[in-house]
């Protein structure tokens, strides 16, 4: 496979082509890693103390349901967000990843995990105190996402 770029003075916005005779594994795993490599510009609209602010899923470490409510853990703050976890799956960007029933973490962020093989595992976050758990259930997909993200693959 070749990478090439061409400089165009007069392009408005860069602009990737991917020239191919057809679109097997390799091309569209290209493709795929272009795509989550570029800011989704997504905004998450989350709620504390009476106040509104909007989030980008970067800034947040993990998300959390607990007590039918769904939280939005910065490295510092907590913010309740009006989604369920299935609603964020669909809307949160590659780098993220469920963990258990009541979990999605963002992968980049984390630091460490102590596995347990008879119980959850507990996932740390760089530069921050905060923990969560994940289940056996999730683990294998947790561990995959990091291996993939590790690799870049």
């Known amino acids: 496979m070749k990478i090439r770029i061409d400089i165009d003075h007069d392009a408005n916005e860069p602009e990737v082509i991917i020239r191919c005779r057809r679109a097997d594994e390799d091309v569209l795993r290209v493709q795929k ?72 973490v963002c992968v980049a962020h984390i630091y460490s995990v102590a596995r347990n093989i008879t119980g959850p595992s507990v996932v740390s976050f760089r530069g921050s105190h905060k923990r969560i758990s994940a289940s056996r259930q999730y683990y294998g997909l947790l561990r995959d996402k990091l291996d993939e993200m590790q690799f870049g693959r």
Do not use: M, N, Q
């Open 33 to 104: 890693a272009v795509l989550d490599a570029l800011p989704s510009g997504l905004r998450l609209k989350a709620a504390r103390d009476g106040k509104d602010y909007y989030l980008t899923p970067e800034d947040v470490l993990f998300f959390e349901s607990e007590g039918g409510r769904t939280w939005a853990h910065t490295r510092d703050e907590v913010f309740e967000v009006r989604l369920r976890l299935y609603e964020l799956e669909d809307l949160l960007p590659h780098g993220f990843v469920r963990v258990s029933k009541s979990a999605i």
